[in-house]
């Protein structure tokens, strides 16, 4: 049941990863499964910052800006923003968030109903992106149309 082909409300289908407890809720197909379906329960710390946003609506950006401010440089090292997704995580292996060191800048795309519980006990900081939705619906359009894992084929795509 977890990676389903989900119809867009023309017909088309991509393939998502559906949430088992929350059905209402969708994530890459390639995200860790694991993660998406126990976001709550991850462990933050207090010094942690989270970037929260809607795909495609300027999250690596704020990201870039918010690695500069945290580093106190005007220049940051070149690193792959996805090893600090938290949905891309892999609490087994050498990707996992816990050894990431202090101050964390942690990305992900899940709503507030499921963010990390200590997000509220511990007082982590949450940075929320929004973006006229406009904007985000063209992005997210181009976006799934070009990555072939979501398996998304409009034929109406130039």
């Given amino acids: 049941m977890p990676v389903q082909k989900v119809k867009d409300f023309l017909g088309y289908s991509m393939s998502l990863y559906v949430h088992e407890k929350k059905p209402q809720y969708f994530g890459m197909s390639m995200f860790n499964h694991d993660i998406l379906e126990n ?56 990707d996992d968030i816990s050894d990431l060191p202090s101050p964390r800048l942690l990305n992900n795309h899940e709503f507030f109903e499921n963010q990390p519980k200590d997000i509220l006990k511990k ?15 063209v992005s997210f359009f181009y976006h799934h149309n070009r990555i072939p894992p979501y398996e998304y084929k409009n034929p109406d795509f130039c």
């Avoid at 970037?51 to 999250?59: A, D, F, H, I």
């Avoid at 007082?123 to 619906?137: C, E, L, S, T």
Wanted: with cysteine; glycine share 6%.
């Fill in 39 to 94: 976001m709550p329960d991850v462990s933050l710390r207090e010094d942690d910052v989270i970037l929260c946003s809607y795909p495609k609506s300027g999250c690596h950006w704020v990201f870039e800006i918010c690695r500069l401010l945290i580093s106190g440089r005007t220049t940051a090292d070149k690193v792959d923003k996805e090893q600090f997704m938290m949905e891309v995580s892999n609490r087994f292996g050498n």
């Fill in 123 to 137: 007082g982590v900081k949450v940075i929320h992106v929004y973006r006229n939705p406009k904007d985000v619906a």
